[in-house]
């Protein structure tokens, strides 16, 4: 079987808009909470956080920015409330042995 060779796909770095499409659990080496976006352009970006939410951490401060309300012993559902709400986000090159991949930078995931 024949595959085409195709061109590195970049994202630049900087301020770039889309829409949360997917969000995922994993749970090795740790439980984390992925936030699937997809640009304007099709291309997916992906940032993790851990699965905990309080006031104070990534994920509760994401949920937050998003509108929703944290009530101490309340359940969440972080797939309800981010699933297709549009945002914005910044993304910096990080260059690895591996190559070079589109980091989302902290903090910086906000609706619009």
């Known amino acids: 079987?024949?595959?085409?060779?195709?061109?590195?796909?970049?994202?630049?770095?900087?301020?770039?808009?889309?829409?949360?499409?997917?969000?995922?659990?994993?749970?090795t080496p740790f439980e984390y909470t992925d936030i699937v976006v997809?640009?304007?352009?099709?291309?997916?970006v992906k940032t993790?956080?851990?699965?905990?939410?309080?006031?104070?951490?990534k994920?509760?401060?994401i949920l937050i920015d998003f509108g929703v309300s944290l009530k101490v012993g309340s359940k969440i559902d972080p797939e309800e409330n981010l699933l297709n709400k549009k945002c914005s986000l910044m993304t910096m090159t990080r260059v690895t042995e591996r190559?070079?991949?589109?980091?989302?930078?902290?903090?910086?995931?906000?609706p619009r």
């Open 59 to 61: 994920l509760g401060k």
């Open 1 to 27: 079987m024949e595959i085409e060779v195709k061109a590195a796909k970049r994202i630049e770095d900087g301020r770039h808009e889309g829409t949360i499409t997917a969000v995922e659990y994993r749970t």
């Open 99 to 110: 190559g070079s991949f589109a980091n989302v930078v902290q903090g910086s995931l906000k």
């Open 38 to 44: 997809t640009l304007k352009d099709g291309q997916k």
């Open 48 to 57: 993790g956080v851990p699965t905990t939410i309080t006031p104070e951490s």
